[in-house]
């Protein structure tokens, strides 16, 4: 599973209020991503991050922000949440740099803003 | 960014058929790589196939980068392939951004 925790596992919370998702590895992969998977929409990509304080933003990423301070944590803070960010977040890592990159990804968090 | 379409939305099979699911991508593409999410949630990698093929198992999957698409191949399904699989891609242009299609949701009967 290429060690990779997410928390908290599951949250509700309330419109308005600030929430932040936690990844964590520990295989100091360089490459770290956040994603969101709503039905009918598979995986889309929130933000991704290249090394500590590198981040860039993925396809959806309206409403979120990342840190990275340390190579094992990846943090996706949603700054006044809504109820159309309800979903389950994934966080994955990329292993290799070239032509074998692939990529494993965690539990999973399912967030419910009401 | 990329497009990334599969085929069927859906798919019931019996217990030991066989089955294929593609993918179909709109751009030249840098990586691909096929996942499966089981019932609980769970997303696991079961290929990295950017060209070519490669076989594992039962499983197997063949990318024609050229004409982009990318087929997987289950052979003598099982209840635990149950599942829904993704493809997802990193176009050549858009360097470390996957884009995923929406998924073939197979549902294997005993």
């Known amino acids: 599973d290429a060690g990779i925790t997410q928390s908290p596992r599951h949250k509700v919370t309330e419109t308005g209020t600030p929430v932040t998702l936690r990844c964590h590895q520990t295989?100091?992969?360089?490459?770290m991503y956040w994603y969101r998977q709503d039905p009918g929409h598979g995986l889309r990509l929130i933000h991704y991050?290249?090394?500590?304080?590198?981040?860039d933003k993925g396809e959806v990423s309206d409403g979120y922000s990342v840190s990275r301070s340390k190579t094992e944590d990846f943090l996706l803070t949603l700054e006044s949440a809504t109820s159309s960010q309800t979903s389950v977040y994934f966080c994955?890592?990329?292993?290799?740099?070239?032509?074998?990159?692939?990529?494993?990804f965690g539990p999973g968090t399912r967030l419910t803003v009401l | 960014g990329i497009q990334v379409e599969q085929s069927p939305p859906d798919l019931i099979l019996q217990e030991g058929a066989n089955s294929t699911l593609r993918c179909n991508f709109s751009?030249?593409?840098?990586?691909l790589q096929w996942f499966h999410q089981n019932p609980w949630g769970q997303l696991i990698n079961l290929f990295y196939?950017?060209?070519g093929t490669k076989q594992n198992g039962r499983l197997s999957a063949t990318t024609v980068a050229t004409e982009r698409y990318s087929l997987l191949y289950i052979s003598s399904s099982q209840t635990t392939d149950s599942g829904v699989y993704f493809c997802?891609?990193?176009?050549?242009?858009?360097?470390?951004?996957?884009?995923f299609g929406s998924g073939t949701k197979l549902n294997v009967k005993p």
């Open positions: 994955a890592i990329m292993t290799g740099e070239g032509s074998t990159d692939t990529q494993y």
């Open positions: 295989e100091n992969h360089r490459y």
């Open positions: 991050s290249y090394g500590v304080k590198d981040t």
């Open positions: 751009d030249s593409v840098n990586n």
């Open positions: 196939i950017p060209s």
């Open positions: 997802a891609v990193e176009g050549e242009d858009n360097f470390n951004k996957f884009y």
